[in-house]
């Protein structure tokens, strides 16, 4: 590939310029990377390194051949998950109740203590797991860390999930819970929030509200957004194999949101967010993390809703892999990234 | 590695969490990279697509064996890039004049047009190129591009360089020239902004005022802040030879880098300014790429200032390595870049 002399300055490394400044034309192009080994960070919690020390997810690439392969696999993550959940709730003095809302499944998920400024409050959340796992109160454990670390009621939506139901069950359901909310809750006292498939659900939600003329909520918090299911940004194949939660692109998490969207376009911004319009949108905080395979997807998030004026805040944790910021409670930095969070919402919701 | 049950919840793809939570002990630890081939990512502009397919800087790892040696790479590198400067003057509408600072040299920078909320500010400028590189005017380029995208006025730090001169004497300059603008504008419409080894110096300088009770600045920049020298970060590992600027830690600019330090503890804040205490930081805007070699970096400083309560803003660009937002005048994302910065400052700066 040829390098064009162009203005680039060499005020920092800079020496590459002067190849460039001959006029010569250096081989560029993809990278070649070697094989190598990347250790532990050491600057993360103890309890962080051992999730990054993690070995890759055993079913990271496990890919079920029939409907019912799919619900078992789902089934067997979400009663692990759920037995973790009561040391959870406890550890975070939450409680956590079944609702039925406008005919749609959801659960309240109560602190123990809820500050005055937060009496008026709700949050709405949208759960991750690739569009597919999570059923039940199996995901909830995302909602009662903000809840215990926040401080906030919060509404988490169980959506309707495939194979049963594909795209748009999941965000019908999260619009007509956000709806049913309005009766509880003035929108501008409300947040939307939710990481991975969570993450692009909130982003849908916004952009659906628009679209139908519906209140939109004071603030949002789209943790890793899985907003390009075209999975065309950079960190795809930089942090490949690097995330141990994610993994891979085209891998078990793909084939999941393949379910989803079933055929749609995968450009749909109610498919990819990160192809809306974000005009209008109200002050979003993102996560991510360094080995994050959806880096890419939330710095490309942030940049569309700063090119669109939008108020919106990046908070990159040292060494994480997907989601890995809710993944231990003890974490130190689980508890600095709700609350960060809390704080966004706390300056952006009304009382 | 054994890794325990812990309160980690599955609420992304949590599939690994039923090994976990049947007791198994998978192991873990580093994480072997097979090699492998990146792609130049088609998410960023044309002209970031050629800077991030351009190969390896040629002299990322050519050390000189002698300060003679070193002179003449930094001299051929400075008249590389002094040559690309009038065309990117002229292209900015922005004029350069040498200045020397009770002793130290500068360069005062000046946008053609001023607007008047920019009248009575001023920013200090301290350029990249690992302690070693960009004397005289070679390192202008970034102080001409926050001038010309962010039409103000700019007092770009000259400052003494290693082998002739290595710590404190860059910092002691620059502080110089901070004590010196004084006179010239109120600190409460004054910034300070610089790149890698410039951003160290942003974050350093803070911390030097604070020590010697100094007015601070009423907002600072520092872009992918060479903040660690003990290159603790993660991506010092993840990107190395992924970002073609920097290319790879204990390579040329950590060489450079040492001949400033000559023996002085790396961890020592006013070298490696994530060790030091960020309270009272002034509001702060950080700016990074996701192939940049200090990510970590910038994402450990924009952590720390958090969690000393400072307001503190973090843009990371797509695909970008070490300092790529810039290189090009030309790239959209250069001028976003810049202007982001000067929104940040136009924000927190009095007028």
Redesign the interface.
């Known amino acids: 590939?040829q390098?064009?002399?162009?203005?680039?300055?060499?005020?920092?490394?800079?020496?590459?310029?002067?190849?460039?400044?001959?006029g010569q034309t250096?081989?560029?192009?993809?990278?070649?990377?070697?094989?190598?080994?990347?250790?532990?960070?050491?600057?993360?919690s103890p309890?962080i390194q051992?999730?990054i020390?993690?070995?890759?997810?055993?079913?990271?690439n496990?890919i079920p051949k029939t409907a019912e392969g799919w619900k078992q696999?789902v089934q067997?993550?979400?009663e692990?998950?759920i037995?973790?959940?009561p040391?959870?709730r406890q550890?975070l003095h939450v409680k956590v109740e079944p609702r039925t809302i406008d005919g749609v499944k959801a659960y309240m998920v109560t602190p123990e203590n809820i500050p005055p400024e937060n009496r008026n409050r709700l949050l709405v959340h949208v759960?991750?797991?690739?569009y597919v796992?999570?059923p039940g109160e199996?995901?909830?454990?995302?909602a009662?860390?903000m809840a215990g670390f926040g401080h906030f009621r919060i509404l988490s939506v169980d959506y309707r999930m495939p194979p049963d139901f594909p795209y748009p069950a999941a965000l019908d359901d999260a619009i007509t819970v956000w709806k049913a909310a309005q009766k509880m809750a003035n929108p501008k006292n409300m947040a939307i929030f939710g990481?991975?498939a969570?993450g692009a659900l909130t982003l849908s939600m916004v952009l659906r509200a628009k679209q139908d003329h519906l209140p939109l909520p004071a603030a949002i918090a789209p943790g890793t957004p899985m907003a390009d299911l075209t999975n065309?940004?950079?960190?795809f194949?930089?942090?490949?194999?690097?995330d141990?939660?994610?993994v891979a692109p085209d891998a078990?998490?793909d084939k999941r949101a393949a379910l989803y969207a079933k055929g749609h376009d995968l450009k749909d911004p109610l498919l990819s967010p990160v192809y809306g319009d974000m005009h209008g949108f109200p002050p979003t905080i993102l996560t991510s993390g360094?080995?994050d395979l959806l880096?890419?997807s939330t710095?490309?998030v942030?940049?569309r809703l700063?090119?669109a004026g939008v108020e919106a805040?990046?908070?990159?944790?040292?060494?994480m892999a997907?989601?890995q910021y809710?993944?231990?409670?003890?974490a130190p930095e689980t508890k600095?990234a709700f609350e960060?969070i809390a704080r966004f919402f706390d300056k952006h919701l009304g009382k």
């Open positions: 590939m390098i064009r002399t162009s203005l680039g300055i060499a005020w920092i490394a800079g020496l590459a310029l002067i190849t460039i400044a001959l250096p081989k560029g192009g993809p990278r070649q990377m070697a094989a190598r080994t990347i250790p532990v960070p050491a600057t993360v309890q051992q999730l020390a993690a070995p890759l997810s055993p079913t990271w496990v696999q067997e993550a979400a692990a998950a037995k973790t959940l040391a959870l550890e759960h991750g797991g690739c796992n999570g199996a995901a909830t454990g995302e009662i860390m990481s991975s969570g065309a940004g950079d960190t194949q930089t942090n490949a194999m690097l141990n939660v994610l078990s998490c360094t080995r880096l890419s710095v490309r942030h940049r700063r090119q805040s990046l908070q990159v944790f040292e060494g997907h989601g809710g993944r231990d409670v003890k600095e960060e």
